[in-house]
């Protein structure tokens, strides 16, 4: 069990873990939506990104990782 | 042209003894005593019949139709074999009383049933405790039989008349209302029924649904749907308006099929004339959106990290702020069941934690909406099988040029370029 923040309150709700799932992008890119904990920081604050995260991997093998912080993403996406 | 789409069987045939089984076994599960079921597509989900009726369901006992008027079409058509003629709570509790259930938990459809019917269950039912029970029904609803994926099928295959009618009928003066007569005549003929329905009291929705072009396709107005047009007044804001085209315009139709009581949800949009580059691009972006989404759907992932799914693509691509939405109204979703009604569980949305399973028919509708360029959308209707999905329809996944003179080209190729998986599937 992993604690998504909760996009409209905060309120901490305990999800069951979800599968990653992984997105191919154009110039064999590979983009992995992964739970949220990890080493992602919000792209929009920089806070811990507690919502959203993926990492992408680019075609030399290098990885960044990027994502949502919950606060960011209800101001980006109001629930 | 208008082709009629042959069902085969003039009224589809369904199980509807496993159905009022199953419901039975969930309501035993969740210790329920009985349900009272009033929602016609409810009502025809589990009877067969969408007369106005109260089906009471108890787990152990067969179930019992009380029509509430026209009881003969009632019984012609219903799968239940107990049909009484009666409007009356009272003689629901007398059955229930007559069964030996003189208290408990009693299920009904508090999702959407009248305040005024509400409280005359509470006073015919005093011993009872009213609990929802639409939840149970709705995710049984959520996986179809394969006698539903061949009406949804035969449904979203109409698709095809909307975009042959829209190619023929987009050109420079024509408006948004007369494309939706276009839409709503080619449609009827072929059978649509011509209702959408929409488990809310606050929505409805043309039988085109909702055709919108050039600024006005950032004008969310009206109701549940983002790319909703403005309409003709003030008094339906939503659907088509008297806006003219002119070259270089976008234009977008958003609509429900409902061929024998299914409903198909799907989406494109045009553009007149040669596009912008800016459009190209986007064009580009929302297929590859709707490739990941579509992509990462099939049994054992849930519906939010198809959602997430989305809105990290969405990041990764540069247009988060534009998706689902703008300045605060975007819609929280990326998909969404479809069947006897438009919008069904499970949600891809952030709230909807369902597990996905096969059987389930979903709209995926990625969409970018701005008031710098209007709204770029797809929306395409897939089964969900032991593998992955399986798309439903056959107008290919793009934004389209149109000439104005009846011809048209897509903007992104047909093989998928983004596709999804969970991890566990790649290996």
């Known amino acids: 069990m992993s604690v998504h923040s909760d996009p409209r309150g905060g309120d901490g709700r305990a999800l069951p873990a979800a599968p990653e799932i992984v997105c191919g992008l154009d110039g064999g890119r590979l983009l992995t939506l992964y739970e949220p904990v990890g080493p992602a920081r919000c792209d929009r604050c920089g806070a811990q990104a507690d919502d959203v995260c993926f990492a992408v991997r680019e075609p030399d093998g290098s990885e960044r990782h990027g994502g949502l912080c919950g606060t960011c993403f209800a101001e980006l996406l109001p629930l | 042209m208008v082709r009629p789409l042959d069902l085969g069987e ?10 009022l089984a199953h419901l039975a076994t969930a309501l035993a599960d969740e210790g329920i005593a009985a349900a009272l079921i009033s929602q016609p597509q409810d009502l025809y989900y589990l009877s067969g ?12 006992a067969e179930p019992v139709l009380f029509a509430r008027r026209f009881a003969d079409l ?79 099928r035969a449904s979203a295959s109409a ?40 488990r809310r009291w606050d929505a409805a929705l043309q039988p085109e649904g909702a055709i919108a072009s050039g600024p006005l396709l950032a004008t969310m107005s009206g109701g549940p749907i983002t790319v909703s047009g403005v309409g003709l007044t003030r008094a339906t804001p939503f659907g088509a308006s008297h806006r003219a085209l002119a070259p270089g315009d976008l234009l977008n139709i958003d609509l429900g099929i409902n061929i024998a009581g299914y409903h198909a949800d799907f989406a494109r949009t045009y553009v007149l004339g040669e596009p912008s580059d800016e459009v190209v691009r986007l064009a580009a972006i929302v297929r590859q959106l709707e490739d990941a989404v579509i992509g990462a759907l099939r049994p054992g992932v849930s519906a939010a990290s198809v959602y997430r799914l989305g809105v990290a693509l969405a990041q990764e691509l540069g247009v988060a702020d534009v998706f689902q939405g703008h300045s605060g109204t975007h819609g929280p979703y990326v998909g969404h069941g479809i069947g006897l009604e438009l919008d069904e569980p499970p949600v891809l949305g952030p709230r909807d934690e369902t597990t996905l399973a096969a059987g389930m028919v979903l709209a995926v509708e990625p969409k970018l909406i701005s008031p710098a360029f209007g709204a770029v959308n797809l929306e395409d209707d897939v089964v969900l099988t032991a593998a992955g999905c399986e798309l439903l329809g056959d107008v290919p996944r793009s934004v389209f040029a149109v000439d104005g003179r009846g011809s048209a080209e897509p903007l992104t190729p047909d093989a998928p370029s983004t596709t999804a998986t969970p991890a566990e599937a790649r290996a």
């Open chain 2, 10 to 19: 003039e009224e589809p045939r369904f199980d509807h003894a496993r159905r």
């Open chain 2, 49 to 60: 019949t969408a007369q106005p009726c109260n089906l009471l369901v108890v787990p152990g």
């Open chain 2, 74 to 152: 009632a019984r012609a058509q219903s799968a239940v074999a107990d049909v009484r003629e009666s409007a009356s709570f009272a003689d629901v509790a007398g059955e229930l009383a007559r069964r030996g259930l003189t208290a408990g938990r009693l299920g009904l459809e508090l999702d959407v049933v009248p305040a005024a019917l509400y409280r005359g269950a509470l006073r015919a039912f005093p011993t009872f405790e009213l609990v929802d029970c639409a939840a149970l029904l709705l995710a049984q609803r959520a996986v179809k039989d394969p006698q539903e994926v061949a009406l949804l």
């Open chain 2, 159 to 198: 698709f095809a008349l909307v975009h042959e009618t829209l190619v023929q009928g987009i050109a420079p003066g024509r408006t948004e209302l007369e494309l939706a007569a276009d839409v709503e005549r080619a449609l009827r003929l072929a059978g649509h029924a011509g209702l959408v329905a929409q």
